[in-house]
């Protein structure tokens, strides 16, 4: 049966994988191209310690647990409510529960997990501290027809709602019907009560949060709140990985992988979680994360130690403080900055790696390796390096994750990855082109810089090659447009910079900690503009914290301290902040830079830091400036062309 290009349910994995049964692959493709595209359908997913074959979670339906037996009519023996009796082909006869009992526990065990939660329980009436959406259960029989069902007195066993057959389920016979599928999913339930209102994103979020550990990236914790005899947990802005992100992460792949991702993307959170998967399936694996700035490589590090540490009991959960005393200290994993990694672990000097590569490749020398390496803006490295890092490499598990968007490339690198790896990615890499970060006004803003100005222009592309520079594609999320502040001199400009972010953390309430400074220039001849930046805040009484003032202070920063951020632009790449300043604009592009192509990926990676609000200000002109001066020319004229409009 040929189905048109439709939008089909989320499926996790995307793809079923290849020791799949004949029937799970059915009812996978079946389910993915029936369900509603809001509907998720998890594939034999781990949740706390118990894997269901398949969990469907929809904003009208709630949640449905489904077995799956490839039992023919050959194989009952024996069958009631508890038990059924087995024989194999091979004649081997066994008693197992009831596969709509094996369905019933796996459903508990997920709402078990879930009903701790106060957000998600009704806290009064009939169904006090049960679940707020219904929940339920089925059998699917892959290999058995209801015609079969009715000749051997199967229905008495099992209930028709809370079974479905071949025929209900097979879109090449003659009976599928996509309403009656739908139509079973919706009755499986024991207590069939519909939803008053649909489940929101924030809700399925929540439920993700719960069953899923690795997809977890924050929530606010209050201490569990007594209710009657009840303890349940107060969670509140949970964030968790979205679903594409969610899939890439459980759906790497094992050997060598490359994630290439637009800014804003989650690459680093994919990475992260990476990690912390490989780490709990291989306990003994010595892990390395590497990346080329040092203030990543320590968000980085507090990220994997929020993630290691992060309870699988929530009830566990330390609520005094954000890392518990008795930390586990990343175990098994390693992250460094390239740069610390050859002096503290290899304890040598770049100039060294083109005759140390001569050594590992003679085996006259030893050095450390590991079972998995995982490299952050992997754009930065260099030829050698990547030949380095791939020669420490295990070669049994050749487990080496390469992320990176060559549009945030601010280093004149010439390379193909199979030359400098020794490993082919052919077939083995994924594209992130979503920029879930900023809104889309400032993708839509960064993008257009970029676009007039680099001379990558003509590769931007959609498709999967490696080397080309993707097109963002914006989520839905809106936000104000950038503003542009252009002022006398750079004091004043830094005046009205102050003044805005009073105004957001005053009159938006956004904390000082998610408020970023980029410059680009320390210091001219002239002007000691960083010098101007902390006496303004000084003066307005502003907490701040300078990122990169040296390098005790690109390790030790701590995004959440109430202060806010002053760096260079070239040390902010990978992180993200809600409101983002970019002062000074008029140095860039810097004279004394021959690449001009640099400068315009910086300024593109400067932008591309703020999650809400963006605003560029300069007080001289420069190639960039005169850019600038035409949007906000551009600006007035549509809003003057509006004004006349409506008069």
């Known amino acids: 049966m040929y189905v048109g290009a439709l939008i089909m349910a989320i499926t996790i994995p995307e793809t079923i994988r290849s020791s799949a049964t004949a029937g799970e692959r059915l009812l996978f493709r079946t389910l993915k191209i029936y369900l509603p595209d809001d509907y998720i359908v998890y594939y034999e997913p781990e949740i706390l310690g118990k894997r269901p074959d398949f969990v469907i979670i929809g904003p009208e339906l709630g949640i449905v647990v489904l077995e799956v037996k490839d039992y023919t009519k050959n194989t009952l023996l024996q069958v009631n409510h508890e038990e059924w009796h087995i024989v194999a082909s091979n004649g081997e006869q066994s ?147 979205d679903l594409h992100q969610e899939n890439l992460a459980k759906q790497i792949g094992d050997k060598n992988r490359l994630i290439r991702g637009v800014a804003g993307s989650g690459k680093t959170i994919i990475l992260a979680s990476r990690a912390k998967m490989l780490a709990k399936q291989n306990p003994d694996w010595k892990i390395l994360i590497l990346c080329y700035n040092i203030s990543l490589a320590n968000a980085i590090q507090q990220m994997i130690l929020h993630m290691m540490n992060e309870p699988e009991d929530l009830f566990d959960f330390d609520f005094s403080s954000t890392i518990p005393e008795n930390a586990v200290n990343n175990q098994n994993i390693v992250v460094r900055n390239f740069h610390s990694w050859l002096k503290n672990d290899l304890k040598i000097h770049e100039r060294q790696i083109p005759s140390l590569l001569e050594k590992l490749k003679n085996k006259e020398a030893i050095l450390p390796t590991y079972d998995a390496i995982l490299i952050d803006e992997g754009q930065d490295f260099d030829p050698d390096w990547l030949n380095l890092v791939s020669s420490l490499l295990n070669e049994k598990t050749q487990s080496l994750l390469l992320v990176e968007d060559r549009a945030q490339s601010i280093y004149k690198r010439k390379r193909s990855l199979a030359q400098d790896t020794g490993l082919s990615f052919q077939g083995r890499s994924k594209v992130l082109s979503i920029n879930y970060r900023n809104t889309q006004q400032i993708v839509k803003f960064a993008w257009d810089f970029y676009r007039q100005h680099s001379m990558f222009k003509k590769k931007v592309v959609k498709r999967d090659l490696e080397g080309e520079i993707i097109a963002p594609q914006s989520t839905k999320r809106k936000g104000p447009e950038a503003g542009i502040i252009k002022a006398k001199h750079f004091p004043e400009e830094m005046q009205l910079v102050v003044r805005m972010i009073k105004n957001l953390h005053q009159q938006r309430n956004v904390p000082l900690h998610e408020i970023l400074i980029l410059y680009r220039v320390k210091k001219t001849f002239k002007h000691p503009y960083i010098d101007t930046i902390k006496r303004s805040l000084g003066d307005a009484g502003l907490p701040y914290y300078w990122i990169t003032e040296n390098d005790t202070s690109k390790r030790s920063f701590e995004k959440e301290d109430n202060r806010v951020k002053i760096s260079t632009i070239d040390s902010s790449k990978g992180l993200d902040f809600q409101a983002v300043f970019i002062v000074n604009v008029d140095s860039m592009p810097f004279p004394l830079e021959e690449d001009k192509e640099r400068e315009v990926s910086l300024l593109y990676i400067g932008m591309t830091r703020a999650k809400e609000y963006l605003c560029l200000s300069y007080s001289g002109e420069s190639e960039f400036t005169q850019y600038l001066d035409s949007v906000k020319e551009e600006k007035l004229k549509s809003k003057q062309g509006i004004k006349a409009t409506i008069q």
């Open 95 to 241: 008693v197992q529960k009831s596969p709509l009992k094996q369905a019933r526990d796996n459903m508990f065990h997920v709402v078990d997990v879930l009903k701790k939660d106060k957000n998600l329980v009704q806290l009064d009436g009939k169904y006090k501290f049960q679940l707020k959406f219904p929940y339920g259960h089925g059998a699917v029989f892959t290999r058995l027809y209801t015609k079969d069902f009715v000749q051997e007195g199967l229905y008495s066993v099992i209930e028709p709602e809370f079974c479905l057959t071949r025929d209900e389920i097979d879109p090449d016979k003659e009976g599928f019907s996509e309403e009656m599928l739908m139509e079973k999913i919706l009755n499986m339930f024991v207590v069939p009560y519909r939803l008053r209102e649909p489940l929101t994103i924030e809700d399925i979020n929540a439920v993700r949060y719960h069953l899923f550990p690795e997809v977890r990236i924050s929530a606010e914790f209050k201490p569990p709140v007594p209710y009657q005899d009840q303890l349940l947990l107060s969670l509140h802005d949970i964030k968790t990985m």
